[in-house]
């Protein structure tokens, strides 16, 4: 559905018709460009409350620089849509996340105003810095680079590793720190506290407009003056604020906090600031939700709340006619009370995702042992490793494509040492409309070559729950389970807990000609395919795997002194997953078959709906189904069904 944009902004296609209009004109640009993001994500979905809050920000941005010569890095890339919208993509803006569409995230292909792709978090300041560092070695002094980061991603290691590089090169860099307490749950953490207290200082707010003035004139007496300059600008913020500023100490200038829904003066703010050499800090406050009274109190729920009603603020979602089965990710919530009920040696962990991951569930019912580390993955495994030492069963939660942040410390911390951490990996497999940046397809891969580790998926609901009441028993080890974004298949889910034996898969059933190998919830594809196949006059056995390490071996043995055709189906990598490690038993054991593996190839799948992405991998039910009649006998009969 198309949208119909304001009077000015219906004009600005590209930053240089926004440079047409005057300062006074910016406010009403902030005003249809809000508005504009408010009735597309309405009714087409999308990341909301972010992009919101940086209306005037973006504005002020691509009108007081020189994009694309001057460079915007925009930090995670939830909030790039008033960017997108004002640099050639307002017309394509409906088709955002949208299968075949344009990406939810800064693109480097898709846009030359897209300086650096995005997706994870706090990579905005290392990628600034590099891309200032080549400036000065090609001689391009007159160059801006910008790093708009959140407070929420100044968390990460990342982030303040690029604060302490930036702080010693002298480069041509702006860090913009958009602070709003949010990413997508509330902040926390120390960092959090320390801006909170630089916002609220009445004091230091009350003279810092003065002070700037007067600095900004006895910096125009000279060089020799400009050092004078800056220990009576840190002696002043440093008196008034009761504490050293963490910025200032890594060598940058601290310019702040402004208010970031000033367009006027943001705009005039960074173009002084772009005649300042050096690294810079600008302090921004603003609100999550902007604009939209719903969201600005509710953040967390408007961060993506899929299609709503813009009047009424209803958010629409389809009411069934019987029992659902429940998102996994809620399975694995309501599943951690029960089990730290039980069982008080359990704590859960998660970087920043305490709603995503529905580790919200056990910080309400145990406050004291469900820890949000803030965005900040390689921390959550290694804090999960210490409390691992001292007898406690951290469940650390982590989304499957964020956990490659932290492979070191998974091997290092975490797999020598045989520490009883269970790496729970959301959104494992085809995340679906986010896209490459967060399908989790590699996991398997990854994680299967690290010795001591035990590696499993869930087919369902009561499957899942079952490798948790498992990998909490004793000396069971480092153990990863795997399960997907969305729901699963059983509205009867809650059972009562049995505990699987580590390594063994299960036989669904016999079959004649050809053996389908299934691991995690793809195995309920080719329950699906199977009963149409049936239908036809082919009958397929099916075994689910369960766990990728260790390998059900007997299972294996059982397959290939069978069968002569073999069909693997993962949602993961086809290089290193699943597949791989079936040809590598069949190797080993000098076995022969024909080998079928069905997953995600060797590229980077884009964005769109789950179902979407299947079918365009090849491993959705009908993918299967069609494997399945290109080498099975057709038969009246099927005379092994078990």
């Known amino acids: 559905m198309q949208v119909k944009a304001g009077p000015l902004l219906s004009k600005i296609n590209y930053p240089a018709d926004l440079k047409q209009y005057s300062e006074s004109d910016l406010e009403q640009i902030s005003q249809e460009l809000r508005q504009y993001i408010i009735d597309v994500v309405s009714v087409n979905g999308g990341h909301f409350a972010s992009s919101l809050g940086v209306v005037e920000l973006t504005v002020a941005l691509h009108y007081a620089l020189n994009t694309p010569y001057d460079k915007l890095v925009w930090d995670v890339g939830h909030q790039a849509y008033g960017h997108k919208i004002l640099t050639g993509r307002r017309d394509q803006f409906h088709t955002n996340r949208v299968y075949k569409g344009i990406s939810g995230f800064p693109k480097i292909s898709e846009s030359e105003y897209d300086t650096f792709g995005v997706g994870h978090s706090s990579t905005s300041i290392s990628a600034a810095l590099g891309m200032a560092v080549a400036s000065q070695l090609k001689g391009e002094t007159d160059r801006q680079h910008v790093a708009i980061i959140g407070d929420g991603a100044m968390t990460a290691g990342l982030a303040f590793e690029g604060l302490n590089h930036a702080g010693i090169e002298n480069s041509n860099v702006l860090v913009i720190l958009n602070d709003n307490c949010m990413s997508i749950d509330p902040n926390v953490g120390a960092l959090k506290e320390y801006l909170t207290s630089i916002t609220i200082s009445k004091s230091y707010n009350r003279f810092r407009d003065d002070?700037?003035?007067?600095?900004?004139?006895?910096?125009?007496?000279?060089?020799?003056?400009?050092?004078?300059?800056?220990?009576?600008?840190?002696?002043?913020?440093?008196?008034?604020?009761?504490q050293s500023n963490l910025f200032e100490a890594l060598n940058f200038r601290y310019f702040?906090?402004?208010?970031?829904?000033?367009?006027?003066?943001?705009?005039?703010?960074?173009?002084?600031?772009?005649?300042?050499?050096?690294?810079?800090?600008?302090?921004?406050?603003t609100v999550k939700g902007k604009g939209f009274a719903l969201a600005e109190k509710d953040q967390t729920v408007w961060h993506s709340p899929g299609l709503f009603d813009k009047i009424t603020g209803e958010i629409k979602k389809s009411v069934p006619d019987k029992p659902q089965p429940p998102k996994y990710q809620d399975v694995f919530g309501h599943t951690m009370v029960e089990l730290a009920e039980a069982n008080d040696k359990i704590v859960g962990i998660t970087p920043a995702m305490p709603s995503g991951s529905s580790l919200n569930i056990m910080m309400k019912a145990m406050p004291k042992r469900a820890f949000d580390v803030g965005i900040a993955e390689q921390h959550a495994v290694t804090f999960s490793a210490g409390l691992a030492t001292q007898g406690l069963v951290p469940f650390c939660n982590i989304y499957s494509s964020f956990m490659q942040r932290a492979y070191d410390q998974v091997i290092h911390d975490v797999a020598i040492q045989k520490l009883n951490v269970v790496f729970c990996l959301d959104r494992a497999g085809l995340a679906g409309a986010d896209g490459a940046t967060h399908h989790g397809a590699y996991d398997i891969a990854y994680m299967r070559c690290i010795p001591n580790l035990v590696v499993s998926s869930p087919m369902n609901e009561e499957e899942l729950r079952n490798l948790m009441f498992t990998a909490q028993q004793e000396n069971v080890g480092p153990f990863v389970i795997r399960y997907p974004r969305g729901n699963g298949v059983m509205p009867d889910w809650k059972r009562p807990f049995k505990a699987l034996e580590i390594g063994k898969g299960r036989k669904i059933c016999d079959g004649e000609d050809v053996a389908l190998l299934t691991i995690g919830h793809v195995g309920n594809f080719a329950v699906e395919a199977r009963a149409e196949l049936n239908s036809e006059g082919f009958y397929p056995a099916h075994y689910d795997l369960r766990f990728v390490k260790p390998l059900d071996e007997a299972l294996l043995h059982e397959v290939f002194a069978k069968y002569k055709h073999v069909i693997t189906v993962e949602d993961g990598s086809l290089p290193g997953g699943v597949g791989s490690a079936v040809l590598e038993f069949m190797a080993d054991h000098g076995y022969s078959a024909n080998v079928i593996r069905l997953g995600i190839p060797d590229q980077f799948i884009e964005h769109g709906e789950q179902a979407e992405l299947w079918a365009e991998c090849g491993y959705d039910k009908n993918a299967i189904i069609e494997a399945v009649r290109k080498i099975a006998v057709k038969r009246t009969t099927n005379t092994m069904a078990g």
Request: hydrophobic share 35%; glycine share 10%; aromatic share 2%.
């Open 211 to 242: 002070i700037s003035h007067v600095l900004a004139g006895l910096s125009k007496l000279g060089p020799n003056a400009h050092k004078y300059v800056k220990k009576i600008e840190k002696s002043i913020k440093g008196t008034l604020l009761k």
């Open 256 to 285: 702040g906090p402004v208010d970031g829904h000033d367009v006027k003066r943001l705009a005039q703010t960074i173009k002084d600031l772009s005649a300042i050499p050096g690294p810079k800090l600008l302090h921004c406050i």
